[in-house]
């Protein structure tokens, strides 16, 4: 080998670990979306965040995330999803929204998802199992819609004399259907009636609301929906107004004024959707990632709303609050 010739190579193998070094690995990109607003969703995305920080991954800093957001038109959500794909993201999160994984696993079966639902993940067809989901997709399962019968059961300890309870459904939740037929027996075994009200769109909400005096009723039971979540303010305001007991799927309705929530941690939810997002970012695959259960749910009263309606809460149902607001 000529001198000129060995200079260049020993120079060459020389250069190599300074070259490889200086080349950083491409920074990983996340596609969150959901159905709601970024309004309300500040606490879902702070926890989610602080899941992936777990796993060590900061926005900004080595992954970035690309935030969509229905703002409760679901129709929007295909072309959301589809847009993720198309950049081909590292991984796509659908904290909180049922349709968004449905849509993201039509869309999809290599892009890896992690979901946070309400439901049933098996029995809306999102996964195989818990324990195995197959395919591209895994994440956290709420059971929120499983558990109306509790809410039903609690908010007719709290006020016993309710006897006619109106039920608020948005129905096009995957699980409307379910939760009218579980709530229909539930009060026909309880010895009470319900009034189902449906409100897709903020509009149907008003008008619901705006009626619900014609229908007699003397509590309200709200189901799992973020469009519900969206307007837990205004759900609150209109209970009040109406003078009804009414109980809720999740703490922040309770903190926003309503009487009492029942339900998962819903931040612990989406914390735990951030930690399998960092996990599959590290090389880890959905498949083979169970889907996770609440291990705890919880209890929520608004004394300060009790009080404003007159009612004195028996004392087993303060005994199993987990939270009381005074």
């Known amino acids: 080998m000529r001198r000129r010739e060995l200079f260049t190579l020993i120079g060459s193998i020389l250069a190599w670990p300074l070259t490889a ?16 607003t970024p309004e309300v969703s500040l606490n879902a995305v702070k926890a989610f965040l602080e899941g992936l920080g777990e796993t060590g991954f900061v926005e900004g800093r080595n992954v970035t995330i690309e935030y969509r957001w229905a703002r409760n038109d679901r129709a929007r959500l ?4 589809a847009d993720l794909v198309n950049r081909h993201v590292a991984v796509i999160a659908t904290p909180g929204s049922v349709p968004a994984a449905v849509e993201a696993k039509a869309a999809t079966t290599t892009i890896p998802i992690v979901f946070s639902t309400a439901g ?6 999102i996964v195989t199992s818990f324990s195995r989901p197959g395919g591209n997709i895994t994440g956290v399962a709420s059971m929120n819609h499983e558990l109306l019968a509790k809410r039903f059961e609690l908010l007719v300890e709290a006020v016993p004399t309710v006897r006619r309870i109106a039920v608020l459904v948005n129905p096009n939740s995957t699980s409307a259907e379910s939760t009218v037929s579980q709530a229909q027996r539930v009060a026909g075994e309880s010895g009470r009636q319900i009034e189902v009200l449906y409100a897709r769109t903020d509009g149907d909400i008003d008008a619901a609301f705006a009626v619900l005096p014609e229908k007699h009723v003397d509590a309200l039971l709200v189901t799992p929906a973020t469009l519900f ?5 205004e759900l609150a305001a209109y209970a009040a107004r109406l003078a009804l007991p009414a109980i809720y799927f999740e703490r922040e309705s309770a903190e926003a004024g309503g009487l009492m929530s029942y339900g998962p941690d819903e931040l612990d939810q989406y914390r735990q959707a ?29 004394l300060r709303t009790a009080k404003s309606l007159g009612l004195t809460l028996p004392r087993i149902t303060l ?3 987990d939270a009381v607001i005074e």
């Open 21 to 36: 070094h200086s080349q950083e690995p491409p920074v990983p990109v996340v596609g969150y979306v959901t159905a709601g």
């Open 120 to 125: 049933d993940p098996v029995r809306l067809g």
């Open 229 to 233: 979540l969206n307007r837990r303010v």
């Open 274 to 302: 951030g930690v399998y997002t960092g996990r599959i970012l590290k090389g880890e695959k959905p498949a083979e990632l169970p889907v996770l259960r609440p291990e705890k749910f919880c209890l929520v009263i608004n």
């Open 78 to 81: 295909p072309e959301l999803v």
């Open 319 to 321: 005994s199993r609050a």
